[in-house]
């Protein structure tokens, strides 16, 4: 119940218009932010390509690829 209240009367405090003035300073601190976040996805992106397609299906592990390279080089290992 209490917080019913709080919030009723935070609501009715609350303005209803900001008046506030975003000058190019602003502007170019958001540009940057949202730059700097795409860099940083494309970053993580790259560090974890190959899990996330081994993940999918797409490609095969390192220790798979190295055993089918083992049974190319070496047939009797097949046979075992």
Not at 4 to 16: R, T
Not at 51 to 74: F, H, S, T, V, Y
């Amino acid at each position: 119940m209490k917080l019913k209240f709080f919030l009723f009367f935070s609501v009715l405090l609350a303005p209803a218009s900001a008046l506030a003035y975003l000058d190019p300073g602003t502007g170019s601190a958001i540009l940057q932010g949202i730059i700097g976040a795409l860099a940083a996805c494309a970053i993580a992106a790259k560090l974890y390509w190959h899990k996330l397609l081994r993940l999918l299906g797409i490609r095969k592990g390192i220790e798979n690829i190295n055993d089918e390279e083992d049974l190319k080089a070496d047939p009797e290992k097949e046979k075992n």
